[in-house]
């Protein structure tokens, strides 16, 4: 059965200080890892797609990486706007394979 | 383009009642998926469908059902509301040849 863990649980920063966010899996043959954004009261919101170990992607102050058992989520320079829950997800290659979710990572942003 | 809208956005429910929820996805896409999120055990996945056909299916008991149109907009069904059927529905919609679902906002089910 496909897995996903995340970590921390929660991370408190200060406006400004870098930091990453862990999403550790196990699947059988991967199709892709999903980073999504979820406010509070709202559905999340899709951030990256990743396929393959040792691929990158961008978006303003954040960065997705990808190995073979981890992902990680970079946030450069945060700002208080970045607050969220952010949730890490995988697909499989197995027949009727589904979307497994981790249990987020609460950031807050302090300015 | 449209996002995922899902109605009614918030329901109160009375433990032994039925409740439908509905979602309309992005248009154009064919598959649908429905989430149940609640603060303890995350997002879990409940059911997809493709071309009003039931592709998958998570471990949920049978009183969760759901169907879709022709369409593609998506209903679910819970009957004999438990406690602890309260939670957060998403419902999520995916294009041909993509892996990434786009989410609607939810439906908040309470059951007193």
């Known amino acids: 059965e496909d897995q996903v863990t995340q970590s921390p649980e929660a991370l408190r920063l200060q406006e400004g200080e870098s930091s990453s966010l862990n999403c550790s899996y196990t699947v059988s043959g991967l199709r892709g890892l999903f980073w999504y954004r979820q406010d509070p009261g709202k559905g999340p919101e899709f951030l990256f797609t990743?396929?393959?170990a040792g691929e990158e992607k961008e978006k303003e102050r954040l960065k997705a990486t990808l190995t073979k058992k981890e992902s990680f989520l970079h946030i450069t320079a945060p700002k208080p706007e970045d607050s969220a829950t952010y949730l890490c997800?995988?697909?499989?290659?197995?027949?009727?394979?589904?979307?497994?979710f981790g249990k987020g990572i609460t950031l807050s942003v302090r300015p | 383009k449209a996002g995922v809208t899902q109605t009614p956005r918030y329901l109160i429910k009375t433990r032994g009642q039925q409740v439908t929820l509905s979602c309309s996805p992005i248009s154009g896409h064919r598959s649908v998926s429905w989430y149940q999120q609640t603060p303890g055990q995350g997002l879990q996945f409940l059911f997809e469908y493709f071309s009003e056909t039931q592709r998958n299916k998570g471990n949920f008991p049978g009183r969760f059902s759901g169907r879709q149109f022709s369409n593609s907009r998506s209903e679910m069904n819970v009957s004999t509301l438990e406690l602890g059927d309260s939670a957060l529905y998403l419902c999520?919609?995916?294009?041909?040849?993509?892996?990434?679902?786009?989410f609607g906002p939810g439906t908040r089910l309470t059951v007193t």
């Open positions: 990743l396929y393959s």
């Open positions: 999520a919609s995916r294009g041909a040849g993509a892996y990434e679902q786009y």
């Open positions: 997800a995988v697909q499989g290659s197995g027949a009727n394979s589904k979307l497994t």
